[in-house]
């Protein structure tokens, strides 16, 4: 626990508390999880010294390290011009001989480092290459062979350059989603200075990048509701990341307020009626920011809502009201899988009948709010009754939901399936029945041009989704 708990702190920004907990963790245990977020730790703090003395420390203790961690630290030491940065790496391929990986790793290294012209070094090679076998690291081509593949590679390198210079490429892809956040943060900053700078209309350039990049942003943020369910597209807009900044600066108010000595400054932050608490309102500065979509919420719902809550799910008439307290509250507390399986309970009871959905209460209000719910507790089962309310409710007189409401309901649901093979399924086979429902034409090409860019984002989805494509360019060809 105390593992996971500094990664969480590291993940978070909280460098010191994290750096803190991962003593505590070394003077009981020294285990790789503990030396990675060392290196973690060192690299995002500029701490460069404590990188020097971590190269140190893997050679004294080479005996009891992985093939793996001793090349690793070869690479480091590398990079920080050491003299141990030779050593490491022939200790990995002594202790890696039989592993195509690790040899080829080492090769690179000595190559890297303008040491490989050696015998051991040429041999490492040759050793990785004669067990690489046919999809090793390491292969054995002709020059023909070579010749061969110089278009593919070519055409390759073109798309590349093309995806860089639209922003399709996957710079961040092997890193959390809160990365790209962060970076796409910084470069609108960055963007917003030069147009100021050199006078230019905020406007004009907005009216052309909004829907330009409007749909691929929106879909990429869906895509990553997978491993960061609490962070939803819609929170991009400009009052919402206001209200984010207005939540913390007032949380760091009150948390320090013993320490503001200027009256003025608490009466600007702390006075009830001041200027910066008269811009809290519930619920959006206690939703989750950008770099938070992956962080369980830990505030408990308070009791008298949880009993409400309860009392509403578990009522003998199941209305939409039965949902709205556990909706409003699925971002801000901390909810237990019970709450989701009486949701996806009192919707069996209801046998998805739920009177005034569409009147008092909009269909694509309700049924995101619960695909929310799904996806923030990874209720499966909950994802799969929504799925079944979201076909009954396109289905009744007088519901109104598009086709661009509806996929926002199913990358929402989806979420509730972290695996990647699960969550690829739940998609696809949701697609593919809308795909195969009578539809117009506009909405063919809608739902085609979409699925189609879900599956740039994530080439995984082409294994289910190609049947929901197929269907679409059917019906446009006709």
Not at 19 to 31: A, T, W
Not at 88 to 97: D, I, M, N, T, W
Not at 415 to 434: K, N, P, R, S, Y
Request: hydrophobic share 45%.
């Amino acid at each position: 626990m105390l593992s996971l708990f500094a990664w969480s702190l590291y993940w978070l920004g909280d460098l010191k508390r994290a750096s803190e907990n991962l003593h505590k963790l070394n003077q009981k245990r020294d285990d790789e999880n503990g030396r990675s977020l060392t290196l973690n730790l060192a690299i995002a703090s500029g701490d460069w010294n404590s990188l020097n003395i971590l190269v140190e420390t893997e050679w004294d203790r080479r005996e009891n390290r992985t093939p793996e961690e001793l090349l690793r630290a070869g690479q480091l030491a590398q990079q920080l011009g050491s003299s141990r940065a030779k050593q490491l790496v022939q200790e990995a391929a002594a202790k890696g001989r039989e592993d195509a990986a690790i040899l080829s790793g080492s090769y690179s290294a000595a190559v890297a480092g303008g040491w490989e012209d050696s015998p051991d070094v040429h041999q490492w090679l040759a050793t990785a290459a004669a067990l690489s076998g046919a999809d090793g690291p390491v292969q054995q081509v002709s020059i023909k062979d070579v010749m061969d593949r110089q278009p593919d590679w070519q055409r390759r390198e073109t798309n590349l350059w093309e995806m860089l210079q639209k922003g399709e490429a996957p710079i961040l892809r092997a890193h959390p989603p809160y990365w790209r956040r962060l970076a796409a943060v910084a470069h609108a900053s960055l963007l917003e200075r030069e147009l100021l700078r050199r006078g230019a209309d905020i406007s004009d350039f907005s009216s052309w990048a909004y829907p330009n990049r409007n749909q691929h942003c929106v879909l990429q943020n869906s895509v990553d509701l997978r491993r960061e369910p609490r962070w939803l597209p819609e929170f991009l807009a400009p009052d919402q990341l206001k209200a984010e900044f207005v939540g913390r600066i007032s949380a760091a108010m009150i948390v320090n307020k013993s320490k503001i000595r200027s009256p003025e400054l608490r009466s600007l932050a702390l006075d009830e009626s001041g200027p910066l608490q008269s811009l809290i309102v519930f619920p959006a500065p206690y939703l989750p920011g950008p770099l938070e979509g992956g962080v369980e919420a830990v505030q408990p719902m308070p009791p008298d809502i949880e009993r409400q809550v309860y009392a509403d799910l578990k009522s003998d008439v199941v209305t939409p009201q039965s949902f709205i307290g556990l909706v409003n509250t699925a971002l801000i507390f901390k909810l237990g899988p019970q709450m989701a399986d009486l949701a996806a309970e009192a919707l069996r009871r209801a046998k998805y009948q739920l009177r005034d959905v569409g009147a008092d209460v909009p269909a694509l209000s309700l049924l995101y709010g619960l695909a929310i719910v799904a996806a923030v507790t990874r209720s499966g089962g909950l994802a799969a009754e929504v799925r079944v309310l979201v076909r009954v409710a396109r289905r009744r007189p007088g519901v109104v939901m598009d086709l661009s409401g509806t996929l926002r309901v199913v990358m929402m649901a989806a979420a509730a399936h972290a695996d990647i093979d699960e969550w690829c399924t739940f998609v696809g086979d949701w697609l593919t029945e809308l795909a195969y429902e009578d539809m117009t034409r506009p909405d063919a090409r809608a739902l085609s041009s979409r699925i189609r860019a879900l599956c740039q984002i994530e080439r995984r989805l082409w294994g289910t989704c190609a049947r929901a494509d197929a269907a679409c360019a059917s019906l446009l060809a006709a």
